[in-house]
């Protein structure tokens, strides 16, 4: 087996034994007495099933159990956000050109070192 392989198969089932670590730590504050009753008396429903799904991440409320349900959230909060502040728009709208700059500026580059002949783009070669 390829040395690359192998480190990438370790990795990989170093995160997955890091996850189902982590899926046994409760969230602090939490009575989970109360949400182990209200999972045991709801485990019919898609709640249940999302609990399944989740290795019961869910019915212990652990912080993997989160998933990038925070991140999309904060997605949903800003842009709601900037649709009523205009100062937010502004900095969107201002980000938004700086990464189409940057990404046209990388293109450039990209090309500009591909180019066989030896020449860049203006016609003048390099010696």
Same mark, same amino acid.
């Given at each position: 087996m390829n040395k690359a392989i192998a480190s990438k198969i370790l990795i990989t089932l170093g995160f997955l034994f890091l996850y189902r670590v982590l899926a046994y730590i409760p969230i602090p504050g939490v009575d989970l007495a109360a949400i182990k009753a209200f999972f045991d008396s709801n485990s019919n429903n898609?709640?249940?099933?999302?609990?399944?799904?989740?290795?019961?991440?869910?019915?212990?409320?652990?912080? &993997?159990?989160?998933?990038?349900?925070?991140?999309? @959230?904060?997605?949903? &909060?800003?842009?709601?956000?900037?649709? @009523?502040?205009?100062?937010l728009a502004k900095n969107e709208k201002r980000a938004r050109r700086h990464a189409k700059i940057h990404a046209n500026r990388a293109l450039f580059d990209y090309f500009n070192h591909l180019d066989p002949s030896g020449e860049r783009f203006s016609g003048v070669k390099e010696h």
């Open positions: 898609a709640l249940g099933l999302f609990n399944m799904f989740s290795g019961n991440a869910v019915s212990r409320l652990s912080i &993997i159990s989160l998933g990038i349900m925070p991140y999309i @959230t904060s997605s949903i &909060i800003m842009e709601l956000l900037s649709a @009523t502040f205009p100062n």
